[in-house]
């Protein structure tokens, strides 16, 4: 509760920072305050100390797992907001809306970390989805951000309208939005349920972009301002994962068995889409998109599986590949162009930048001592503790085969690549900028060699 | 019993002359190298000379010297110890007394080489003496092969030893990959020997053999025969040597006549214990060697280059020897061994002589009249060439008369097939005794003019081994001239047991007839020969009919190279080039390919266009939901 | 007690939301599109409100001062709401767009492909 | 049959009616008009059912306020005529085949339903404004409270796009 | 601070890793070459000293297991037995004279390659020393990562697809073994460590997959037929350095892989599987024996007689026989020295004619016949003459093969033939016959090199003549790895 109040505290006031300062470092400084404050009084929170007493009538309550999650979404906000301040800043005369927007959808984000009501999942998904659309479209004079805007609109519009006929179709069933008074009465799959259940399945992948719901996510992506993009494909991301974890293992624990073919399916295809479509991309910031896709498969796995494993995974997950992607767009976000060739040689002018993105990388293609590899692990770990599905790990793998190779392409492109055939832009970072990303780099190598510190709150 | 302490210098001092020649060869000087390279032969050949004499004294028991577990892991154990008896202490006789005589030999021969290559020269010679030496003191199968392969390796370099030239080269790989051939068939005998008997000594293998299944027997002992054919160059594996001549002349000596070839006769003599459990070994062995012999006289026949004549010579007695092997006549064989080394070694020195002569010319042709130029090598030669013909009393004589009679005995054919190779052998010898020594000279003026008998270290090997050449055979006096005479059948009869009863079986009279008839023939033919080639010469047709076949020593090696060589390196082109290039490298590039190609593809679904997304999207739904719905 | 069964309205509810797609699917129009979205969105507020009084009815025969049903009416609320909210941040996007390339047409929408 | 019932199948007939030409009309304005329209028939269900309060709220606010916006920004762009290009034929059916699947799906899967909804308005006191609000303001306060951030996010959001800022088309 | 370098284990590790760190803030080439030496030189000091604390009272100085994750149940443990001492004084043999051999100038950013080079070394020490299935995994993909760098920045004209090939090859490999060692886990009682692992009871159905999970990985490290087409480019192109500790040590980490982890896990499939494995193999490597007949280029030729060698490794390993077991850990070492051998000479060549293709070569020998002295011994050695190293290793293979079917010894056995005549192809070749114009200025080696040759050379012979210390050395690690088998 605290982290949503303050954050809705804090977007009012960063709505109110634009008229007060013309500032723009000001408003960034207030911003990244802002987010400590959240991540703090969240902190608190899960110690034992919340700020306000609220009777949500049980439409919301957290436990350690969505404090995590809260905690991680707060901490990659906050390496976020410091990686692409300046970007932020630039993006708009007044930052200040940008700031309040993205603060409000982490008001959205925290009240998918603790929904036990399906209410509340389709207010918190429309709080973090309304803010985004206009945060794709916000380099207004942009074509293809205006195109991006408008695409995410309508898609997400449409796939709110299949969600709430799932809503509506499980309440017809049921009688309740309580998610566990759902599961309650669930022993039973009726025809109405199920297809509130496929309903609520599709919106929630359309959500996470799982493949054959995924769309969007490539065009969007690469027409939102990179700035945006990064908070989009992580954090918001991350969020969509939560709500589907929670969704379905509150509400349709029970039938898990009933469910599971389906969503292996979804997984089989994201991992397949996502990693085949980014190996022809030329463009970085594409490559990421297809990439997030395929990571998203790898996440559903943490879905799927929903034991304790699972979560811990998912919530490693989120914040290696969250850190990751957040250096990898915070870099990408100063290039005009977005092309891998653009990188040819890059860490002979940046060695500290190159560096990091390397780890970034490595993280994302699950290189052992990066994060990423632990939340793969935790991922492939829980669907075999999970039992008889081998195969769908050996997809998953063999996707993560293929990911090596869109990966390596940039690191490539950085480190044996000469810049004599390069168009390495003459790109300025300052030292502040850099000490960030070896601090982002530290993080995911930290999670990396002792995940169990962030595992030990779970 | 006070040699066992010093055996091991034996081997070990040739092996210190090659690490001093072979690590300081450009800090020496030549006659350093020279003495070195020699003089620890002879003090290896002292000390043989001492083990010898023990092994003489009666009452001697063979003597086992062990030094160190080689391997001994895994249930395994090998130990590197010595054997001493009589075959071992003859072997180690000729080896170091020939190899002696040789070394001295090539001080003078060599000198024209500069002084590293000299020492390596040297080098490589020790090497050999050492390898060979290992090979015959062995107690077990595993040192053995281990100078096996040794003598191969040093054969390989030596033949190889003017390596910039490549078909030198080429003949010194050829040398030691169908030795190699050979070899596998070694090792996989020791294996079967290893897992039947569980050891590979000698004194437990041989003491086990009795016991064992005859088949398995069998298999062992073709195998090692395998194993002889690549190193003593029977059919199949014989084409090597005829292109070993290839290294200088002493190196050739030292092949034919005191190490490597009679390798493979001393490893079957030492394993005779099987070879007479198992009667279709012996047969193959008998069967594979007097073919050989016939096979190489044939050819031997039409050779024009002087060492290629004794190359084939060489092959053709080898075979001769593995027909008393494999008839079971062992002292015979190993007794025609010792022989053989003599005149061998006589006959190549003599050979290197005259090319020294000659100026490195080694065709016959241009040769002729040398008689008066090189009288010393001329009367060597000629002993030589009686010798190998069987003339009494001259060494050859007796050791050939042994083999043929214990081929008499065995079967008629046998023995006629020897008696075909002892005519031709005395053809083919004198017709390159007489084109050598006899008519005018052929060659150009300048050689004429510088032709000279060889200096005196040359010289003094050939004597010596002329001498030996004569009065080698007295050790084996058959027993039709004089009963008990055959000092080396008795000598030997701890190891190799004594001649069977079947020796008797025919009447003096009856073996009177044969001899003479034989001896007679061998004159003939060598009167023949003199009339042939003895004064004028005339060009021998050698292109077509039979006698082009010879030359082109029925051309066997153009048969294993369309046959074996080429269609292998087809094959390993086709391997190289299809299999593993485009087929497996073709399938994984295939499998990135393809993942390549599909995410080109895919990237089409990705239209741009919102309707056809949420078409897909719907079209999924209704999918999802059939299958959720109807499905289960 | 006057009674319709509830399949009425499910199929009522259906066909209205199964218009709204095709009407995504078939017009070219983003305006159109998204009322047609609108539409789906009533589609389902329709049913909810059926359900709410379907088990509004299933309770009160056991419990006369019974509730039940409140929270779907609520939650069309709140939908009607969230639906108020999307419109306006829709036609933004829309008139923004407009003022750019001076058409609606989802066709010109291509420029993110592949 | 009942006047309720009567009702509810000619509202039935309106609504679907409508919808169809919403989809049908190539001229926006009329697809405006159309869903008014439905949205009417919607409101006269709700009365039916007894939820006075949503009646009244899809009126205001749907037929009203959303619509007429939608309304306002058709005109603004000046499209009330019949420009509208039309989507491929292949596309069309394509629509068509998925949406009747769909629907036939949902229809077969769900005919069984055994379930009714009352007509008569003396039991359900639920969809009154009293009632709702009731809940609405004690119950429901922080859902409510929480929809208000959507609200604020609109309009910062709706600023910030409406916001003039460079004249620069960037293609 | 010396409480962590308390024992050997975790010194074997530091070294290198501090070596390599320290190495990379080096400024100049001969700083960075000083630093890097005198770590892998401190390394090789700590193994062989090693070699003296080989009995049971200082097994405590030789196996340590840190507390890591306990909440997965994995722990930094590492020991040295016989089967790991072997490896690492291999590696730590490899190592430096891998860096010694490098000229200077000859790679830009040199404290980068060094270090580098360090690193990978430290990756190949965790390999070999640990004994907890996920560390083992760690290190074995971070011994890959320096070496896809160092390949791909400092290699040859096509390094980065060849290299990206390899990489790509293993990776798969490795997540397979991921696969099977996180399966494997969830039949422990929630360890990694090797006991445990040991003491898993998959089913033997379970077994059988689970095998050939982890043999995947471990055949494309080796590499064996068919997964072997990454490494003829991927020698090619590397980094000479680089090539040697490639083919020299980072193979064995398949070999090793099989025999401590494959073989005592999975009893009931090994004993399965094993003839069939040891055929494949086979025919593999008389495949790559064939091969390399047809080379032209001296890097791809060695690459291909790798093969070969490995896979008869890889026949004796899956044997299951005490001899070939024993072989094929002598071997491993043996192996290690003589290809590290002949890639020197192929770099010593290369880097004065800048010529690798064997036509256009000849008559190194007359020009440099210091160096074809230890090139004969060293091509001898590679074909297992008798009294050289190779030849212990190889006999004991053989016998192991001969052990299980006969007629696969004699298969086998025909490899022997073709290794001698690809290996002399190549020196005769090369080294011998008329001078080439590429080689016509050659100079022969200089002090350096040959102390290193000698140093190869000594082992080669100190190996082939008088191994028994080192079976005694490995026999309690073979004893174990076969007692899981006495029961079967």
């Known amino acids: 509760m605290n982290a949503i109040i303050l954050s809705t505290l804090w977007g009012v006031l960063m709505m109110y920072a ?24 969240n902190w608190l929170e899960f110690l034992g100390l919340p700020f306000f007493n609220i009777d949500t009538k049980g439409m919301l309550g957290y436990n350690a797992f969505g404090f995590l999650f809260n905690a991680v979404t707060h901490a990659t906000l906050l390496m976020y907001f410091l990686l692409s301040a300046k970007e932020i800043e630039g993006s708009s005369k007044t930052p200040s809306d940008h700031y309040a927007l993205i603060f409000f959808i982490t008001a959205g984000i925290s009240v998918i970390a603790g929904f036990k009501s399906l209410l509340m999942l389709f207010i918190g998904i429309e709080i973090i989805s309304i803010p985004l659309y206009v945060l794709a479209g916000s380099d207004k004079s942009n074509l293809k951000s205006n195109e991006a805007a408008l695409k995410y609109f309508l898609m997400g519009s449409f796939s709110t309208g299949l969600l709430l006929m799932g809503i509506a179709l499980l309440y017809g069933d049921s009688g309740t939005f309580y998610l566990e008074g759902i599961n309650i009465g669930i022993g039973f799959l009726t025809p109405m349920k199920t297809m509130g259940m496929v309903l609520l399945m599709v919106s929630m992948a359309f959500k996470v972009s799982a493949a054959p719901f995924h769309f969007w996510t490539p065009d969007v992506y690469d027409g939102t301002p990179t700035v945006y993009t990064s908070f989009m494909a992580t954090i918001v991301k991350a969020a969509g994962f939560f709500a589907f974890l929670k969704l379905f293992e509150t509400a349709f624990g029970k039938v898990h068995a009933q469910w599971e073919v389906l969503l292996s399916v979804i997984i089989v295809l994201t991992i397949v889409v996502g990693n085949v479509t980014a190996v022809f991309q030329q463009s970085v910031k594409r490559m990421l998109s297809y990439s997030s896709i395929a990571q998203a498969g790898f996440m559903l796995l943490g879905v799927y599986s929903m034991n304790l494993m699972a979560k811990q995974g998912i919530i490693l997950y989120f914040a290696a590949y969250g850190f990751a992607s957040i250096g990898l767009f915070a870099v990408l976000a100063k290039f005009k162009d977005h092309s891998i060739e653009g990188l040819n040689g890059f860490a002979k002018k940046q060695p500290v930048i190159a560096g990091s993105m390397l780890v970034s990388l490595l993280s994302l293609t699950g290189i052992p001592l990066t994060a990423g590899f632990f939340a793969k692990y935790y991922m492939i770990l829980s669907v075999l503790k999970y039992g008889n599905n081998l195969w769908l790990v050996i997809i998953a793998i063999l996707g993560a085969a293929v ?7 940039v690191i490539q492109a950085m480190y044996f690549k000469d810049e004599a055939d390069a168009t390495v832009e003459q790109v300025g970072f300052s030292k502040s900028f850099q000490l960030l990303m070896v601090v982002n780099a530290i993080v995911l190598l930290v999670l990396g060699i002792h995940p169990d510190w962030l595992m030990l709150f779970l | 019993m006070g040699m066992n302490k010093y055996v091991f210098l034996i081997p070990l001092l040739p092996f210190i002359g090659f690490v001093i020649n072979g690590l300081f060869r450009n800090y020496l000087s030549r006659t350093l190298v020279g003495v070195i390279g020699s003089g620890v032969l002879l003090a290896s ?24 577990d080689f391997i001994n892991a895994g249930g395994l154990k090998i130990p590197v110890s010595f054997q001493i008896d009589q075959l071992s202490a003859l072997f180690l006789l000729v080896i170091t007394g020939i190899g002696s005589l040789i070394h001295i030999y090539s001080t003078a021969y060599m000198k024209d080489e500069s002084i590293p290559h000299y020492a390596r020269y040297f080098a490589y010679l020790n090497l050999f003496v050492f390898s060979m030496l290992l090979l015959v003191l062995g107690s077990n199968f595993v040192v053995m092969f281990v100078g096996w392969e040794g003598v191969g390796l040093c054969s390989y370099l030596l033949i190889g030893y003017w390596f910039g030239n490549n078909n030198y080269n080429n003949a010194a790989k050829k040398a030691f990959v169908m030795n190699r051939i050979g070899d596998l068939g070694f090792l996989l005998a020791v294996f079967w020997m290893l897992q039947q008997f569980g050891s590979i000594t000698y004194a437990e293998v041989f003491a086990k053999a009795a016991t064992a299944p005859v088949p398995v027997i069998t298999g062992i002992t073709i195998l090692l025969f395998i194993g002889a054919m690549g190193k003593s160059a029977q059919i199949p594996l014989y084409t090597w040597l005829p292109d070993a001549m290839a290294g200088p002349t002493p190196v050739s000596a030292l092949i034919h006549a005191a190490t490597m070839v009679t390798a493979g006769i001393y490893m079957i003599a030492r394993s005779n214990v099987m070879y007479s459990l198992a009667p279709v070994s012996q047969n193959l062995v008998a069967i594979i060697g007097v073919s050989t012999a016939l096979l190489a006289a044939t050819i031997a026949l039409k050779q024009n280059d002087i060492k290629k004549v004794l190359a084939y010579s060489t092959v053709s007695q080898l075979g001769l020897m593995f027909l008393a092997l494999g008839v079971g006549a062992y002292t015979a064989g190993v007794f025609h061994v010792m022989t053989h080394a003599f005149f061998k070694a006589l006959l190549f020195l003599g050979a290197g002589s005259v090319i020294h002569a000659m100026h490195h010319e080694q065709d016959i042709m241009n040769m002729g009249g040398l008689r008066k130029k090189l009288p010393i090598t001329h009367l060597t030669f000629l002993i030589g060439c009686l010798a190998i013909s069987g003339i009494p009393p001259f060494a050859g004589f007796f050791s050939k008369d042994e083999i043929l009679t214990a081929a008499l005995i065995k079967s008629p054919v ?39 008998e060889s200096p005196f270290a040359m010289t003094f090997p050939l004597v010596v081994l002329a001498l030996l050449s004569v009065v080698g055979g007295w050790v084996g006096i058959p027993a039709l001239f004089a009963e008990d005479a055959h000092i080396l059948s008795a000598f030997l009869s701890p190891v190799l047991g004594t001649p069977t009863a079947e020796a008797h079986h025919f009447s003096h009279s009856l073996e009177w007839t044969l001899m003479g008839i034989l001896l007679s023939f061998i004159v003939a033919v060598i009167l023949f020969t003199r009339r042939l080639f003895g004064s004028e010469f005339k060009e021998e047709n050698t292109t077509e009919g039979l006698s082009g076949v010879l030359a082109n020593k029925w051309y066997v090696d153009e048969f294993y190279n369309t046959i074996i060589v080429k269609p292998l390196d087809a094959f390993a082109g086709f391997l190289s080039r299809v299999v593993d290039n485009k087929i497996i490298d073709g399938l994984v590039n295939g499998v990135g390919k393809a993942i390549q190609f599909s995410g080109r593809q895919m990237r089409f679904l990705q239209s741009g266009q919102v309707g056809s997304y949420i078409l897909i999207m719907m079209i999924s739904i209704i999918l999802f939901f059939i299958f959720q719905l109807f499905w289960k | 007690m006057q009674v319709m069964p509830i399949n009425y309205y499910i199929f009522l509810s259906i066909a209205l939301f199964t218009i709204g797609i095709v009407g995504v699917l078939t017009r070219r129009n983003v305006i159109i599109i998204f009322m047609c979205i609108e539409l789906m969105l009533n589609a389902v507020n329709v049913l909810l409100v059926a359900f709410s009084k379907m088990h509004h009815l299933n309770a009160y025969a056991l419990d006369r001062a019974t509730t039940a049903g409140t929270e779907a009416q609520l939650f069309v609320f709140f939908i009607m709401v969230v639906a108020a909210a999307e419109v306006t941040v829709g036609l933004a996007i829309i008139v923004m767009l407009y003022r750019n390339i001076h058409s609606v047409d989802i066709n010109f929408l291509n420029r993110l492909k592949h | 049959m009942p006047v309720s019932e009567m009702l509810f199948w000619f509202l039935t007939a309106l609504a679907l009616f409508s919808a169809l030409m919403v989809v049908f009309s190539s001229n926006p304005v009329h697809s405006v008009l159309w869903l008014i329209m439905v949205f009417f028939a919607i409101s006269g269900h709700y009365i039916l059912m007894n939820a006075q309060f949503l009646a009244i709220v899809n009126l205001i606010v749907y037929a009203g306020a959303i619509m007429v916006l939608f309304l306002f920004v058709i005109m603004l762009m000046n499209m009330n005529t019949e420009s509208e290009p039309q989507k491929s034929q292949w596309m069309k059916m394509a629509a068509a085949i998925s949406g009747g699947a769909l629907m036939l799906i949902m229809i077969a899967a769900l005919k069984d339903n055994v379930g009714a909804v009352s007509k008569t308005s003396g039991e359900g ?46 293609s | 601070m010396f409480v962590a370098f308390d024992n050997f284990p975790v010194m074997l590790i530091w070294l290198p890793l501090v070596g390599g760190i320290l190495t990379f803030f080096m400024k100049s080439e001969k700083s960075a070459k000083a630093t890097a030496l005198f770590f892998s030189f401190l390394t090789l000091g700590v ?37 790991t001492r072997t490896l690492c004084l291999l590696t730590a043999i490899v190592v430096p004279i891998a860096i010694i051999n490098i000229p200077s100038g000859k790679y830009k950013n040199p404290n980068a390659f060094y270090g580098l080079l360090m690193l990978t070394f430290c990756g190949l020490m965790g390999v070999f020393m640990a004994i907890d299935a996920l560390v083992f995994y760690l290190f ?81 490290k080796m590499p064996i037929f068919p997964f072997h087409t990454w490494q003829p480019e991927a020698y090619e192109q590397a980094p000479t350095p680089v090539t040697m500790i490639l083919s020299g040590v980072m193979v064995k980490m398949g070999l090793f892989g099989v025999l401590r982890w494959l073989l005592p896990m999975f009893p009931y499939a090994t004993k399965t599987y094993a003839e069939p494995m040891v055929i494949l193999i086979v025919v593999g490597m008389l495949y790559a024996s064939f091969i390399a007949i047809k080379q032209d280029s001296i890097k791809k030729l060695i690459a291909y007689s790798s093969i070969a060698h490995i896979g008869l490794m890889a026949a004796g390993a899956f044997t299951l026989k005490s001899v070939a077991i024993n072989g094929v850990f002598i071997q491993m070492f043996n192996h290690g020295i003589n290809i590290v051998g002949l890639w020197l000479i192929a770099d010593l060549i290369e880097r004065q004619t800048g010529v690798s293709k064997i036509s256009e070569l000849g008559g190194v020998a007359k020009k440099a016949p210091i160096l074809s002295i230890f090139m004969v011994i060293i091509a001898f050695a590679n074909i297992a003459l008798p009294l050289t190293n190779a030849f212990v290793g190889e006999f004991m293979i053989f016998n192991g093969l001969y052990q299980m079917k006969p007629w696969i010894a004699a298969l086998a056995g025909v490899s022997i033939v073709l290794s001698a005549i690809y290996t002399l192809n190549m020196v005769k070749n090369v080294f011998y016959g008329e001078v080439a114009t590429a080689v016509g200025s050659y100079v022969d080696v200089n002090k350096v090199q040959i102390t290193l040759l000698t140093v190869l050379t000594l082992l080669i012979f100190i190996f082939g003549i008088y191994p028994t210390p080192f079976f005694s050395m490995i026999s309690e690690t073979v004893g174990l790895i076969l007692n899981k088998f006495v029961s079967i």
């Open chain 4, 125 to 170: 006191s639920i969809g009154l404004i009293k009632n709702l609000g009731n809940v609405l303001f004690t119950e429901y306060v922080v859902p409510f409270e929480i929809s208000s951030i959507l609200f604020l996010s609109a309009m910062v959001g709706a600023v910030v796009l409406g916001k003039k800022e460079s004249s620069k088309i960037v």
């Open chain 2, 414 to 452: 046998l023995y006629a097939l020897g008696v075909m190779t002892s005519i031709m052998t005395a053809f083919y010898m004198f017709r390159l005794y007489f084109l050598t020594f006899s008519g005018k000279f052929r060659g150009t003026h300048e050689q004429e003019h510088h032709l000279h």
């Open chain 5, 47 to 83: 193994i062989v000293t090693n070699l003296f604390y080989t009995d049971v009272k200082h097994q405590l100085l030789n196996q340590v297991s840190y507390i890591w994750l306990p909440g997965i149940g994995t722990s930094f443990a590492l020991i040295l037995d016989g089967l």
């Open chain 1, 18 to 41: 634009g008229f007060a300062t013309s500032n723009k470092k000001t408003v960034s400084v207030i911003a990244v305050l802002g987010v400590i404050a959240v991540l703090v009084s």
């Open chain 2, 45 to 68: 050949f002292v000390l043989s000379l001492f083990v010898f004499q023990e092994t003489t004294a009666t009452g001697f028991q063979t003597q086992l010297i062990t030094y160190f």
């Open chain 5, 140 to 220: 074995w993909e971070l011994a890959l990562i320096p070496v896809y760098f160092l390949s791909s920045i400092w290699g040859g004209e096509k390094r980065i697809k060849a290299t990206f090939k390899f990489f790509i090859y293993t990776f798969v490999g490795s997540l397979f073994l991921l696969i099977g060692i996180l399966y494997v886990y969830l039949k422990t009682s929630g360890s990694f460590s090797i006991v445990s692992f040991y003491n898993a009871t998959p089913t033997d159905g379970e077994q059988a997959w689970l095998f050939f999970m982890f043999l995947i990985a471990f055949a494309i």
């Open chain 1, 403 to 409: 990911s090596v190779y869109y990966y390596f392409r």
